[in-house]
């Protein structure tokens, strides 16, 4: 096992920056980043703990739900979910958050990075509501690097190609994995299966 532990050394594998493509990399914003955000109904949160224990976690909802108040801030909605609020406590302990926006049929995808804090505000949850309902809260962002990254990920993966998708890429349901892990009988699961469902029908 060759471990890379120096600069120097992962360097040597992957070879050294290119200063025109890190020239991509900017403070805010810009109009091109405005237009992604707009139309992405996706993005991931990662997060990570005072320790430096990670977290990354799926947002999404119709296309633009991320408010974009200004070239240095972005609102991200919080709505009902498992209530393990790993990625909240995370920011809770440290600010400092990656964002990966993603759109569906596009290869590119856009990073933020940046420092997050939470917002309850009734106005603000009001602002951001979706279906009749306010926001659970809010996740204020400010941008600190946002920049394009390239297709290279997207095409390898053949991620939006359905044909190379799996004909049941998720066959065991969650009710079933939590009633094996939990030890209960086989009708837990599928009773945890209904109200999932459910709550997916009523509670998005």
């Not at 707009?38 to 296309?63: H, M, Q, R, V, W």
């Not at 997207?154 to 079933?176: C, M, N, Q, Y």
Request: net charge negative; hydrophobic share 40%; with cysteine.
């Amino acid at each position: 096992m060759t471990v890379i532990n120096t600069y120097d050394a992962l360097r040597k594998i992957i070879g050294d920056k290119v200063d025109a493509l890190e020239a991509k990399v900017v403070d805010h914003v810009d109009e091109f980043a405005r237009e992604f955000i707009e139309k992405a109904p996706f993005l991931i949160l990662s997060t990570s703990d005072a320790e430096g224990n990670c977290d990354a976690s799926p947002k999404g909802d119709a296309p633009g739900f991320v408010e974009i108040v200004d070239d240095k801030t972005i609102l991200i909605p919080d709505r009902p979910g498992n209530k393990l609020a790993y990625g909240h406590e995370n920011v809770l302990a440290n600010p400092h958050v990656g964002l990966l926006f993603m759109i569906p049929g596009t290869t590119e995808t856009l990073r933020i990075n940046g420092r997050a804090e939470l917002d309850a505000s009734e106005p603000l949850r009001e602002q951001l509501a979706a279906r009749g309902k306010p926001a659970t809260l809010v996740i204020r962002v400010t941008v600190d690097q946002c920049f394009f990254h390239c297709s290279k990920a997207f095409i390898r993966s053949g991620l939006w190609k359905p044909d190379t998708w799996a004909e049941k890429p998720h066959t065991v349901s969650f009710g079933t994995i939590y009633a094996k892990k939990a030890n209960l009988p086989e009708e837990a699961g599928k009773a945890l299966d209904d109200a999932i469902e459910a709550d997916y029908r009523d509670n998005l």
